[in-house]
């Protein structure tokens, strides 16, 4: 079994995505990036792009995002605080 982790994307009113995922892959700055199960404690800064979920069963999900956001990882946790969100595939 893959080993996961925990995802929450928010906007400031409402939540987009809550769930477990195996890797997310996120725009930030300066290129695109990638978490896994156990990453390191971050902080990012992410722009526009496309944001990457994929399960444990290998289903991804896309989230087409525009504006800034931040990406904080902590404890097996991803939070994704987004200014809004311009499509979910």
């Known amino acids: 079994m893959k080993k996961s982790f925990q995802v929450h994307i928010l906007t400031n009113n409402k939540i987009i995505y809550e769930g477990e995922a195996v890797s997310l892959v996120a725009p930030g700055v300066r290129g695109y990036f990638g978490i896994l199960a156990n990453h390191a404690s971050l902080v990012a800064a992410i722009s526009d792009g496309k944001i990457t979920i994929q399960d444990a069963v290998n289903n991804l999900k896309v989230i087409n995002y525009q504006g800034k956001g931040f ?7 991803v939070t994704l605080l987004l200014d809004s969100v311009k499509s979910l595939a």
């Open 71 to 77: 990406l904080e990882v902590l404890n097996n946790t």
